[in-house]
């Protein structure tokens, strides 16, 4: 759906509150089709955030995997040498 929304389970440390907003905002910017909402929709715009943050959070705090936990910065250069490759920067 939307590339730029990070995975966010079973990192060490575990994912911040901006990071859990910053995806929620995404996820709503996306389905909702704005980028910045109008005076008129920006409440209810910016209560879906919320709403999807809070949703993200307890989901996240639902979680259980037997996986070994990924490492934050490991995971950073495995996309870059993955982007480096695909467009050959």
Known sequence: M????????????PATDDEIYA?????????????????????AFFQAVEGVAIST???LNSLET??????????????RARNAKRFGN
């Open 23 to 43: 995806a929620s905002l995404q996820y709503v910017r996306k389905v909702s089709g704005y980028n910045k909402p109008s005076k008129a929709n920006e409440e």
């Open 2 to 13: 939307c590339r730029n929304i990070k995975m966010l389970f079973n990192f060490d440390p």
């Open 66 to 79: 037997n996986t070994a936990v990924r490492n934050r910065e490991a995971e950073t250069e495995k996309s």
């Open 57 to 59: 959070r307890n989901l």
